[in-house]
Nanobody, 128 residues
Framework: QLQLVESGGGLVQPGGSLRLSCAVS????????VGWFRRAPGKVREGVSC???????FYTNSVKGRFSISRDNAKNTVYLEMNSLKFEDTGIYYCAADDPRIGGSCSSARPGIDLAYWGRGTQVLVSS
């Protein structure tokens, strides 16, 4: 069974940086698309970023130019580099994955939202 474990969250000042990691296990091949979504207090889920099988990356408009997603297939890990963090980036960040042959896939409109398998999340708090 596919398992996703996030790490790297924490408390950071505005303008600071964090790198989130998502360790993926329990799959039989590399045919996965992986993304991140977040949930801020009192708000619905928001897709943040996604990386497709061919390495195409997707970002929601509010993080473009500040966040960068990457994958290391040798380590079965996906990273989300977050720079120039703002108060509004605060939330729980979830890693998500799916096999696009039978399930969800990355999309530019909802990066990471349509992927069926989630981790437990990691908290990001941007505060001065």
């Amino acid at each position: 069974q596919l398992q996703l474990v996030e790490s790297g969250g924490g408390l950071v000042q505005p303008g600071g940086s964090l790198r989130l990691s998502c360790a993926v296990s329990g799959f039989t091949d590399d045919y996965l698309e992986v993304g991140w979504f977040r949930r801020a207090p009192g708000k619905v889920r928001e897709g943040v970023s996604c990386i497709s099988l061919d390495g195409t990356t997707f970002y929601t408009n509010s993080v473009k130019g500040r966040f960068s997603i990457s994958r290391d297939n040798a380590k079965n890990t996906v990273y989300l580099e977050m720079n120039s963090l703002k108060f509004e980036d605060t939330g729980i960040y979830y890693c998500a994955a799916d096999d696009p042959r039978i399930g969800g896939s990355c999309s530019s409109a909802r990066p990471g939202i349509d992927l069926a398998y989630w981790g437990r999340g990691t908290q990001v708090l941007v505060s001065s």
